[in-house]
């Protein structure tokens, strides 16, 4: 490492080993880095970006501070020790990620982290890094299909939801809350932000929304889902939010009178669906996604599948259920014979994409 006057302010340029896109390194650069004086170009002495950085620095005469990988000294753990001895003491960070490579990803974490400024760059269809005999390409043939565009921002995390089955609800909501947050940023990308923008976003939910605390921590776990799961990244500390007021409201409770005239007034199959709620403490929606194979007459018993939380259990069924509950099986049993009648059958899940193939072998 060359003997470097302490004064002058670092920046650490990085990204992904596959990024050969010099003009817009330039162009990036030179929008940042404008101003009196040099700077110190940090450098993982990698291909790609790091690379890059470094012929950048040379063109304009600034110092090269190159931290090459101690694979012998640290082994596996060379990437991340690498990214923080690179990250330590910099003014400025700009990575060229192409939204994939882990060790950029880590980098950036670690420079939101120590409060370094970020600036994220990413470039969709990196060009290789050029060979020394290039060899021309020919040009594609017009049947040639074209390469599936990159995924959206909001479809990576539904993505990211539905690997982990969270339930529809928590999905949504999940992608109403970036979807959110990226538009009260006047659209920049989430690489681009970290803790200060996601602390502003909480404090104007709480202050100018006027939301509940309840809805504001939400807003927080979707935002933290967003980096952690969806871009790889960590926003750094959050700290500072004024959180949204908590008000303590006392429950209306109904006495058993109250419950019984509420209960006769409702018909069915409303009334069959409330008394499971009240009587065996069923949610909504396990209520309504209860299916026929999970009631069990002589036991007097529901079985509740993928509950809250992805759990299963066990709970009575009342006794009082039981003649509702028996018609509305007859009632069941009549819609499911007419639709085996009609041919139309649905099938939960992924045992619907089964189906053509058990035609198939039928045949």
Same mark, same amino acid.
């Given at each position: 490492?060359?003997?470097?006057?302490?004064?002058?302010?670092?920046?650490?340029?990085?990204?992904?080993?596959? &990024?050969?896109?010099?003009?817009?390194?330039?162009?990036?650069?030179?929008?940042?880095?404008?101003?009196?004086?040099?700077?110190?170009?940090?450098?993982?002495?990698?291909?790609?970006?790091?690379?890059?950085?470094?012929?950048?620095?040379?063109? =304009?005469?600034?110092?090269?501070?190159?931290?090459?990988?101690?694979?012998?000294?640290?082994?596996?753990?060379?990437?991340?020790? @690498?990214?923080?001895?690179?990250?330590?003491?910099?003014?400025?960070?700009?990575?060229?990620?192409?939204?994939?490579?882990?060790?950029?990803?880590?980098?950036?974490?670690?420079?939101?982290?120590?409060?370094?400024?970020?600036?994220?760059?990413?470039?969709?269809?990196?060009?290789?890094?050029?060979?020394?005999?290039? %060899?021309?390409?020919?040009?594609?043939?017009?049947?040639?299909?074209?390469?599936?565009?990159?995924?959206?921002?909001?479809?990576?995390?539904?993505?990211?939801?539905?690997?982990?089955?969270?339930? %529809?609800?928590?999905?949504?909501?999940?992608?109403?809350?970036?979807? @959110? &947050?990226?538009?009260?940023?006047?659209?920049?990308?989430?690489?681009?932000?970290?803790?200060?923008?996601?602390?502003?976003?909480?404090?104007?939910?709480?202050?100018?929304?006027?939301?509940?605390?309840?809805?504001?921590?939400?807003?927080?776990?979707?935002?933290?889902?967003?980096?952690?799961?969806?871009?790889?990244?960590?926003?750094?500390? %959050?700290?500072?939010?004024? =959180?949204?007021? @908590?008000?303590?409201?006392?429950?209306?409770?109904?006495?058993?009178?109250?419950?019984?005239?509420?209960?006769?007034?409702?018909?069915?199959?409303?009334?069959?669906?409330?008394?499971?709620?009240?009587?065996?403490?069923?949610?909504?929606?396990?209520?309504?996604?209860?299916?026929?194979?999970? %009631?069990?007459?002589?036991?007097?018993?529901?079985?509740?599948?993928?509950?809250?939380?992805?759990?299963?259990?066990?709970?009575?069924?009342?006794?009082?259920?039981?003649?509702?509950?028996?018609?509305?099986?007859?009632?069941?049993?009549?819609?499911?014979?007419?639709?085996?009648?009609?041919? =139309?059958?649905?099938?939960?899940?992924?045992?619907?994409?089964?189906?053509?193939?058990?035609?198939?072998?039928?045949?």
């Amino acid at each position: 490492m060359p003997n470097i006057p302490p004064a002058l302010p670092r920046v650490l340029i990085a990204g992904s080993r596959a &990024f050969a896109d010099y003009p817009l390194l330039c162009a990036t650069l030179d929008r940042l880095l404008a101003g009196p004086g040099p700077w110190v170009v940090v450098s993982g002495a990698a291909g790609g970006a790091d690379r890059l950085g470094e012929r950048y620095a040379a063109a =304009r005469g600034w110092a090269v501070e190159r931290h090459a990988p101690d694979w012998d000294r640290h082994g596996r753990a060379v990437g991340p020790i @690498r990214n923080r001895e690179m990250v330590s003491g910099c003014a400025r960070a700009v990575f060229f990620w192409d939204g994939h490579s882990p060790g950029t990803a880590d980098a950036i974490a670690r420079a939101r982290k120590a409060g370094v400024p970020v600036e994220v760059v990413r470039y969709a269809d990196p060009t290789p890094p050029p060979n020394p005999a290039p %060899i021309a390409a020919a040009p594609p043939s017009a049947g040639a299909p074209l390469p599936p565009p990159a995924p959206r921002l909001l479809d990576r995390v539904r993505d990211a939801c539905r690997v982990r089955h969270y339930s %529809i609800r928590t999905e949504r909501a999940y992608a109403d809350w970036v979807r @959110r &947050f990226v538009l009260f940023h006047d659209t920049r990308h989430p690489d681009t932000m970290g803790a200060a923008e996601v602390t502003t976003f909480l404090t104007h939910l709480a202050v100018d929304g006027d939301v509940s605390a309840s809805t504001q921590n939400q807003a927080f776990s979707a935002l933290l889902f967003l980096y952690r799961h969806v871009l790889g990244a960590d926003p750094g500390k %959050i700290a500072g939010v004024v =959180r949204a007021a @908590r008000r303590r409201a006392e429950p209306v409770v109904l006495t058993r009178p109250e419950v019984t005239a509420v209960l006769l007034k409702l018909p069915d199959p409303y009334r069959l669906k409330c008394e499971l709620m009240f009587g065996s403490g069923l949610r909504l929606l396990e209520v309504l996604r209860l299916r026929v194979k999970d %009631i069990d007459l002589d036991r007097a018993e529901i079985t509740v599948r993928m509950g809250k939380g992805g759990k299963d259990r066990r709970t009575m069924l009342p006794e009082a259920v039981r003649p509702r509950m028996l018609l509305q099986l007859e009632e069941v049993r009549r819609v499911h014979e007419a639709d085996l009648a009609a041919g =139309r059958v649905w099938l939960p899940e992924a045992l619907a994409r089964k189906l053509p193939h058990a035609a198939a072998e039928s045949k």
